[in-house]
């Protein structure tokens, strides 16, 4: 497989590259990069058209690896063989170059796991949460135009803080129907009940939360992320009356004690 083929010429030559690895050792702790106009434009545009034609499940969205019902307004589409995108997301080329821009090695044996998504309009948002221990990176794709930041849908980072404050708002077991439009309010927050819990090896006790970053899931924008390098807590805001869409690629360390897989 050519990433010629699929992805701007700009994030492949030497220089490119080097300027985004370069932005994602900047970053103090999570380990990330926003790449815009990431895919040729006849490939992206191919995939949201195929992406148009899908059916998608809200229960396998929301329902988490416990059974649990999670505080998350979307439905999804398992990628596989058959999807217009296969090609690249499934490629061995594409683990190699997510992590060469991470400046991270691949883990020795891997899996590619897929969302396709879709957020209907009025989105309740999803809480603060981190990703399952065995998944090494993230990528999130946005597939909408004309997108603003006032439309919602914002992808949050928050990092954990070593100061408490007694001023800060504890929200804590959000329900899985909650809008969450406190997720807008809020650039510091306490809580001892994030979506996956704490790293196994910190103290269990609540935590102020501070909010580092906000991502508006536009056109052909991609979000990277080494989640090995940190937990890289993160929540979506609530959207407005417009219909949302992309996709998430993790990459999955089938080494570590818990995997699981799908």
């Not at 899985?176 to 994030?194: A, C, G, V, Y």
């Not at 501070?210 to 056109?219: G, K």
Request: proline share 6%; net charge negative; hydrophobic share 35%.
């Amino acid at each position: 497989m050519e990433l010629s083929k699929w992805i701007n010429s700009n994030y492949l030559t030497p220089e490119g590259i080097a300027d985004v690895r370069e932005s994602v050792k900047a970053k103090p702790t999570m380990k990330y990069c926003v790449l815009d106009n990431f895919f040729l434009p006849e490939r992206i545009d191919a995939i949201i058209a195929h992406h148009a034609t899908l059916k998608f499940d809200e229960a396998a969205d929301r329902t988490g690896h416990d059974m649990v019902i999670l505080p998350y307004d979307g439905a999804v589409k398992w990628a596989d063989g058959n999807d217009v995108g296969a090609e690249f997301y499934f490629a061995e080329e594409v683990k190699e170059y997510f992590c060469y821009l991470l400046n991270r090695l691949k883990p020795p044996r891997t899996s590619v796991e897929l969302k396709l998504r879709w957020h209907k309009p009025h989105a309740t948002g999803f809480w603060i949460h981190s990703d399952s221990v065995w998944r090494s990176i993230v990528a999130i794709m946005y597939f909408n135009k004309n997108w603003k930041a006032s439309d919602g849908g914002l992808l949050q980072l928050w990092r954990p803080d070593e100061a408490s404050y007694d001023k800060s708002t504890i929200f804590d077991n959000i329900r899985s129907d909650q809008r969450l439009d406190f997720l807008n309010e809020n650039q510091r927050l306490k809580t001892n009940t994030p979506g996956g819990g704490w790293p196994s090896h910190w103290p269990h006790q609540s935590r102020d939360m501070i909010l580092v970053d906000q991502i508006v899931p536009a056109y052909n924008r991609l979000f990277l992320c080494d989640l090995d390098a940190d937990p890289t807590f993160h929540s979506v805001t609530p959207s407005c009356d417009k219909i949302r869409t992309g996709f998430v690629y993790w990459l999955n360390n089938e080494s570590h004690p818990n995997f699981k897989g799908k």
